[in-house]
């Protein structure tokens, strides 16, 4: 393989969950899908086609109008087409958590040179439904429980790209920190993990002061 955007496109075609999810819970891989494949080898050949050392930031689980449509994490179709300006035939529906992560990015600088330094995934890099709706790996302590080899072996295998050890950053203060940060204990992926608030939360519940957590962002990814 001659660079990371070959290896993490490998790890996509080939990510898929083995053991049997609790009743009723549907399990979202976009990646056996024409359009999200043409697009996950669009955006990655853009912005990762090199061998230089990334930051790992890890959302929860993607969601079912962003990556879990796109196969790329915090990127919904909108965003997909018009910031990043890869052209794509689904529906154009904004997802919260993608439109707050392309607010800061643009901040940032340019969506080039945030993805030339941090690598973006979630700690379930495939999503969940129940009944319709998105379900979070933690929502359940059995689905939890289920996805644990399946979690650790992914965080590994996207680490032995070449990411950085040093620090990753937790998208989320609550349950996908503290997750986080026992599976590091037990596992020592990286020295430091450090908590972001979710983009969802933030355009949720304080939209009003977005640009306060766009900053805090900033702080950290400068």
């Not at 549907?26 to 990646?31: A, Q, R």
């Amino acid at each position: 393989m001659n660079n990371l955007s070959d290896k993490i496109l490998s790890f996509y075609s080939n990510l898929q969950i083995t053991t049997q999810l609790p009743k009723g819970v549907d399990v979202m891989n976009p990646y056996g899908h024409d359009e999200a494949n043409k697009v996950v080898s669009t955006f990655y050949k853009k912005y990762y086609a090199d061998n230089e050392k990334r930051i790992m930031v890890l959302g929860i689980n993607p969601g079912r109008f962003g990556a879990g449509i796109t196969g790329i994490p915090f990127t919904d179709p909108v965003q997909l087409e018009y910031k990043c300006k890869i052209k794509n035939s689904f529906d154009k529906k904004s997802e919260l958590s993608s439109v707050f992560i392309y607010q800061m990015i643009e901040a940032f600088g340019s969506i080039k040179s945030f993805y030339k330094k941090y690598y973006i995934s979630s700690i379930s890099p495939l999503g969940f439904i129940k009944e319709g709706k998105n379900m979070n790996y933690y929502d359940s302590k059995s689905l939890q429980n289920t996805l644990y080899d399946f979690i650790v072996e992914s965080i590994q295998k996207q680490i032995d790209f070449g990411i950085s050890r040093e620090i990753c950053y937790s998208l989320g203060q609550g349950k996908n920190y503290k997750y986080l940060v026992e599976l590091n204990k037990e596992h020592h992926f990286f020295k430091k993990i450090v908590p972001l608030a979710h983009p969802r939360y933030i355009l949720q519940y304080k939209r009003k002061f977005v640009d306060d957590f766009i900053n805090e962002y900033l702080k950290e990814f400068a």
